[in-house]
């Protein structure tokens, strides 16, 4: 049992610090942060979890800092979902939380941006186990965003295999407009039933 507890101990331990707010020197708001809303977080926490955060903070503007407490701005966040990537942050978990779960568009984007590798993959995972027919063109549209090719080939053989319905759908009319090369690639499969030389 004390075994169990030192693991727990260990394991949470970016957790308590976060949770008790000790020796913060970072702040962190979204693009709907009201004046004044900040999450207050650690560099070296941001830094161990993300390769890009690591980078923006040795560059020259956070080492001539002087003790200044600098924010950034995560742009791609609501509120909501910042406080879901921040949770991520400094919980060692291999599953979302239902709050993450709540935000796995906006996460998957952040965690790309970011490189909070473990994030992205555990989003991508969610997105494809939570494929449908009103989400599907959505979901593909976040693939083409971050260049994801095991989420876009999932979305689009979906889609394909599904094609007869969601051709019919005013979501797809509108990503025609904005994505013809793909559709057409799209209309093809589905004449086909094959997506990138495999059968669906």
């Not at 600098?70 to 978990?93: C, D, G, P, R, W």
């Not at 796995?104 to 969610?126: F, G, M, T």
């Not at 186990?129 to 593909?140: G, I, T």
């Not at 689009?156 to 019919?168: D, G, P, Q, S, Y």
Request: proline share 2%; hydrophobic share 45%; charged share 30%.
């Amino acid at each position: 049992m004390a075994m169990v507890r030192s693991l727990d101990a260990f394991l949470n331990g970016f957790a308590k610090l976060y949770l008790d707010q000790w020796q913060v020197d970072l702040r962190l708001k979204a693009r709907d942060s009201k004046k004044g809303e900040a999450m207050s977080v650690h560099k070296f926490v941001m830094a161990a979890r993300s390769e890009v955060f690591k980078k923006i903070l040795e560059s020259d503007k956070f080492k001539a800092s002087d003790g200044k407490i600098e924010t950034i701005t995560l742009f791609e966040l609501k509120q909501e979902a910042l406080e879901a990537f921040v949770e991520f942050i400094y919980h060692n978990s291999s599953i979302l939380s239902e709050k993450e779960k709540k935000h796995v568009p906006s996460l998957y984007i952040a965690a790309d941006k970011y490189e909070v590798l473990l994030l992205r993959d555990l989003c991508r995972n969610e997105l494809i186990a939570s494929l449908d027919l009103p989400n599907a063109l959505n979901v593909l549209e976040l693939s083409m965003i971050t260049s994801d090719k095991a989420l876009n080939d999932s979305a689009a053989k979906f889609i394909v295999r599904n094609f007869k319905t969601i051709c019919k759908t005013a979501e797809f009319k509108a990503f025609v407009r904005k994505n013809p090369d793909f559709s057409v690639e799209l209309m093809k499969a589905s004449y086909t039933q094959k997506w990138s030389v495999r059968y669906v």
